[in-house]
């Protein structure tokens, strides 16, 4: 479990703070899905629940973040990563190994775990990315999916409570981008992983997450469950965050008062909000 | 203006990744380019403005066969938005960095700050902030300005809302939007389809180095099954109309699909 | 893509070798060259060096580098063969320059050297998986982790730095810049303001890489916590033993 209580951060230097405020509880076995306009303070949150804010990047941290228990304040990063594991944007840049097998067992062998354990482990986190026909290739010959199921399947090895991604799927195509999450969405039932996950794409996050939260300039405007969040599809728009068509179509006609019903969020349930409305077709 | 006679493409030693493509994409025309990653867009791109040269058949942009041109002069003409702004922007000052690439293309000092200072209007940027501060968004916007201040005829974009949020893919978009009003001819490789759906006129889909479709954007998003091909899902809003048939099928955007079933309302009634 | 330092996976003798016997071996091959002033032992060393290339399946490859480096070594070569005054003179030249029978052996034997020197290193990173390297240090010879870890990070960063380089020259070519331009000092001229671009890339990608190392534990890692085993097996000792005769060879002669 993650609490977050009145949180806040202003990096060294900057007018503003990045984090302002935020008070969040993130319960075991949660999938969130975090989305807000660039500058929102998304990928600081990342960096707060790793432990990398406050004690790499400084400034001023105010408030309180407990990760299963541990203040982030006092222990470092590397004793959260016990139980939390990141994967940030630049996947490049956050290999350390040339070969995926290496990738996995760096984590492994770092934490000491013990020698008899490791091909388990490894074996066991390839099969969870789906990736174990990828052990023995070179990272710089795979594809921008494959190397993101090498980067989750590099902390999956390390068995995290908790896995947090920053936009994951950015640079992905549709079904690649929808591959990464079917894998996070095996992580989370499967295995009882908590996700939290960055992402812009709206529609993957109506579709794989159970909680969504939105940010703001800082701070948490919006969080709870998916469609119940999506009602409040205005204030997401004036957050610069992109709604399905399906939900905008629903407010066109709500403000025709010719719906009154819930928002739909996919096509199912645009489809059934129109007959409603009375078009059969 | 650009066209594209039996070419193919490979590699070394791979097998090709662009086989036997043909079509011709004229004076104005609003063109997305879609297909999934390692289907060869980017080397399509690539080719149609001369970084790479066909291996077999024929590029012709603006009348000019590609293998005979060079890249830097086929430029003057044709203007090419990457998808990492980083690997373009080398000025320290958001000016600066468009000047740099004006100062190849204009001899008058004088014409250059006034194209550069339409530039900075258009985007509302600040010419004396430094771009390695800024945001991925603000970047992407830089990145365009500078492109554009050279007028280019065409303009090639690779996915140029990757990485944005929502708002900066809206700001960015409605520049390219403009830019296509005034006479500019696009192609834009893209994977979001409401993006298509909201922009582009024509569509082009490739599949493993195949031109599997080429048509109005209206009609290619209502093929489900060639969309299906190269792993795409059709935007929204088509596909609800498709959902619910009759004359609804034809509703290709929220106020289209608004005024339709308004209309069958006000029949109703 | 690949870049030409990639390692190429496999399975041959090469590849099998302790990767602290393919250091040593590398390392053995360029000394030799640098010991022996007997051209034929040099060009030996190519030779050979060339012939593991294919018994590794990389000989392709092996040609790539060495065509790279012959250029490089064309210009070396120039500029070493005025700069030798001593020998007897073989051809006269305007502007007082001439070559000599000494200058010519001596800017051959540089010129071979340097090609000599530069493939078995090149080699051996093309059969060795970066992160092997500074294990083995660490578990045979005792290296700290984190010392490894860093030489280690800048051989990997090589190639990425290679295409990145790549990646903006032609964004470059694409707003006009001529770098398909046939001018090799206009080339250089044009490369200089895109060291800015390549500096802030890195400097991203290192500080994105150094926070996900330390939040796998890098800083936790001792010595005992490889999980490979670096072995030595027979075939490491015939190499070594190999090596030695050509080190040997250079010595003698």
Redesign the interface.
């Known amino acids: 479990m993650i609490e977050l209580k009145n949180l806040g951060f202003r990096y060294s230097g900057a007018e503003r703070h990045a984090l302002d405020g935020i008070s969040l509880t993130i319960e075991d076995g949660a999938f969130l899905g975090l989305i ?4 929102a303070g998304k990928s600081t949150l990342c960096y707060a629940l790793s432990g990398i804010v406050p004690h790499h990047y400084r400034g001023d941290f105010y408030g309180e973040l407990l990760v299963e228990g541990m203040d982030s304040a006092e222990h470092r990063p590397e004793e959260i990563a016990r139980v939390l594991g990141c994967v940030f944007q630049d996947i490049d840049g956050q290999m350390v190994a040339s070969v995926v097998e290496d990738e996995i067992l760096f984590g492994l062998e770092n934490f000491g775990v013990p020698r008899e354990e490791i091909e388990g482990r490894v074996a066991e986190a390839l099969a969870a990315a789906g990736i174990s026909e990828l052990r023995c290739r070179a990272i710089s010959d795979l ?3 494959q190397k993101q199921k090498v980067a989750i399947a590099a902390i999956t090895a390390l068995r995290p409570k908790i896995i947090v991604l920053d ?1 994951p799927t ?7 981008s929808r591959r990464v999450f079917e894998t996070l969405k095996e992580l989370n039932e499967q295995y009882g992983v908590t996700i939290v996950v960055v992402e ?1 794409k709206i ?1 993957l996050l109506c579709e794989f997450a159970k909680r969504l939260a939105v940010m703001e300039e800082g701070k948490l405007i919006l969080e709870g469950e998916v469609r119940e969040v999506l009602q409040s599809a205005g204030r997401m728009e004036a957050a ?3 709604i ?3 939900t ?2 629903a407010r ?2 709500r403000e ?1 008062g ?1 719906y009154g019903g819930r928002l739909p969020l996919n ?1 199912e349930e ?2 059934k909000m ?1 007959r409603e ?3 059969s ?1 | 203006m650009l066209e594209f006679q039996r070419v193919c493409f490979g ?1 070394e030693s791979e097998s090709a990744t662009l086989k036997d493509l043909s079509f011709t994409i004229n004076e104005g025309e609003f063109v997305a380019l879609l297909g ?3 289907a060869g867009k980017s080397t399509l791109c ?1 080719l149609a ?1 001369g ?1 790479l040269k066909p291996s077999s058949g024929r590029v012709l942009a603006f009348g000019n066969d590609t293998g005979q041109v ?3 002069l086929l ?2 003409d ?3 938005l ?3 702004p ?7 000052s958001v000016r600066d960095e468009i000047l ?2 004006l100062e ?2 204009l001899d008058d000092a004088a014409a250059r700050q006034a194209r550069c200072d339409e530039m900075l209007q258009l985007f509302s940027l600040s010419g004396e902030r430094d771009p ?1 501060g800024m ?3 603000e970047r992407q916007q830089i990145a365009l300005a ?2 554009l201040a ?1 007028a280019p005829k065409l303009l090639i974009l690779d996915e140029p809302t ?8 809206m700001t960015i978009m409605g520049i390219i939007a403009q830019l296509h009003a005034r006479g500019t001819t696009i192609l834009m490789i893209s ?1 979001d ?2 993006i298509v759906a909201d922009f582009a006129g024509r569509a082009l889909v490739i599949s493993e180095g195949r031109l599997i479709g080429d048509g109005p954007v209206r009609q290619i998003m209502r093929d489900e099954g060639l969309l299906g091909r190269a ?3 059709p ?3 088509p ?2 109309g498709a ?4 004359p ?1 099928a034809e509703a290709f955007s ?1 106020e289209e ?2 005024s339709l ?2 209309e ?2 006000g029949a ?1 009634r | ?1 690949k870049g030409i330092l990639d390692y190429v996976p496999g399975s041959s003798f090469l590849h099998r070798l302790n990767p602290l016997v393919k250091l040593l071996l590398a390392f053995v091959l360029c000394a030799s060259c640098f010991v022996t002033g007997n051209h034929f032992i040099v060009l030996g060393v190519i030779a050979l060096n060339l012939a593991l290339a294919f018994s590794a399946g990389i000989f392709g490859r092996a040609l790539k580098m060495l065509s790279s480096l012959l250029k490089l070594s064309a210009l070396l070569f120039l500029v070493q063969i005025f700069f030798v005054r001593e020998g007897q003179i073989l051809l006269q030249l305007p502007l007082g320059l001439y070559i000599t029978d000494l200058g010519l052996s001596f800017s051959l034997l540089f010129v071979l050297r340097l090609l000599a020197a530069a493939l078995p290193l090149g080699l051996m990173l093309s059969v060795t998986q970066t992160s092997d390297i500074p294990n083995v240090l660490v578990r045979k010879l005792g290296l700290p982790y984190q010392y490894a870890f860093v030489l280690g990070t800048a051989i990997r960063f090589i190639p990425l730095f290679a295409q ?1 380089m790549a ?2 020259m ?12 046939k001018n090799f000092f206009k080339k250089v001229a044009l490369l200089l ?2 060291c ?2 390549l500096l ?2 890195s400097v991203r990608r290192i500080e994105g890489g150094a926070i996900s190392a330390e939040l796998r534990g890098f800083y936790l890692r001792g010595r005992k916590s490889g999980y490979k085993d670096y072995p030595f097996a027979l075939r490491d000792f015939g190499a070594l033993l190999g090596g030695a005769c050509v080190l040997a060879l250079a010595v003698l002669f």
């Open positions: 807000g306009s660039s500058g594809s921008g999916g936009e950015g640079e992905l195509d549709p079904r690649s812009q529609m610069g965050v992109n399905p068509r399906v905008t179509l066109a006609l025709e010719l096509l645009g489809e129109m409305v009375g078009l077709c | 590699y999934e990653n390692g690539r403005n970084l060079k890249t830097s430029a003057r044709i203007g090419f990457f998808q990492n980083d690997r373009q922007i080398c000025q320290s740099f690439g190849i293309a390695f945001s991925r968004g500078s492109v050279r990757t990485g944005l949020d929502y708002r900066e893919c994977h389809m409401e792993s795409l899902l935007a929204q809003i596909a609800l959902r619910l048939g009759g609804y929220v699909m608004l079933i308004l069958q309302k109703a | 893509m990145e990646g903006i032609e964004a470059q070519t694409a707003r006009g810049v001529e770098f398909d331009t303001p895109l800015a671009p802030v890339s």
